[in-house]
């Protein structure tokens, strides 16, 4: 489904007047989802590391709404200046996250990929929670479906997405006493710069889309739904849960 009829199942205004800071929201799965959240009338704060996709992102015609930053969610002073910048903040979106296939068995890739994919995770928790109390507001990280499965190439991206599932438990009974839900969401193989390599290759882009019960890859406009509802007062109710949006993948069986 495209994001015009995602979208179309929402209220225009559902977040007309809040704020919501995406991490790694300059490509791929974050961009996609800053781009839905400011069409909701969010105001959007969407950050990267990389200048050459904040510069991508910025000349994108469907970016309005969105204000581009620059952030390494390795820094710690960066990531509180950031957010004590905010008079208010409504949403954390934590969707910044890398992979070093093979690399990450030296100790510096598997140390940097933790540093990014979970430690960033905590840093932004910390950092927004006092003005997401303020708000009765709601956290979204971004897991993985290699939350539950493995791949051996990549032994620190299984491991700091696993730490991502137990983070997103902890935090939702920490921060729920105000207000603060904290759940996550789990794609599974979504067309990406980061799976480019699979998706444009027939053999295992054939082999991954047999393991979908939709017998296809997941766009990354198939994450909207799940993280708008996450945030929306539908959920009110509902913390500490991840949402898997694989299309089956993971309980497939074969």
Excluded at 16 to 37: E, H, N, Q, W
Excluded at 77 to 93: N, Q
């Amino acid at each position: 489904m495209t994001m015009d009829e995602i979208l179309s199942t929402f209220r225009e205004d559902l977040f007309a007047g809040k704020r919501a800071l995406v991490s790694g929201g300059t490509s791929g799965i974050g961009l996609c989802i800053a781009k839905a959240f400011a069409r909701l009338g969010a105001d959007v704060v969407a950050t990267g590391a990389s200048r050459e996709r904040l510069d991508a992102a910025r000349s994108d015609a469907d970016t309005k709404g969105i204000r581009f930053e620059q952030l390494d969610v390795r820094d710690r002073k960066a990531v509180d200046a950031l957010v004590g910048g905010f008079d208010r903040l409504d949403f954390l979106i934590n969707g910044a996250g890398v992979a070093k296939p093979e690399r990450e068995y030296e100790e510096d890739g598997f140390l940097d990929v933790m540093d990014v994919n979970l430690n960033g995770v905590m840093r932004l928790a910390m950092a927004a929670r006092p003005l997401l109390a303020q708000s009765q507001g709601a956290i979204v990280n971004i897991a993985s479906m290699l939350s539950f499965l493995s791949d051996d190439g990549v032994p620190a991206y299984c491991a700091s997405k696993s730490g991502v599932v137990g983070l997103t438990r902890a935090l939702a009974h920490r921060f729920g006493p105000e207000g603060v839900r904290v759940n996550a969401i789990a794609p599974g193989y979504h067309k990406t710069d980061m799976t480019k390599a699979l998706w444009s290759d027939p053999v295992p882009a054939e082999k991954i889309a047999a393991k979908s019960a939709f017998k296809r890859w997941g766009a990354v406009e198939d994450l909207i739904g799940a993280t708008v509802f996450l945030c929306s007062p539908a959920a009110c109710f509902v913390t500490a849960v991840t949402l898997p949006v694989d299309g089956g993948y993971v309980v497939s069986g074969f």
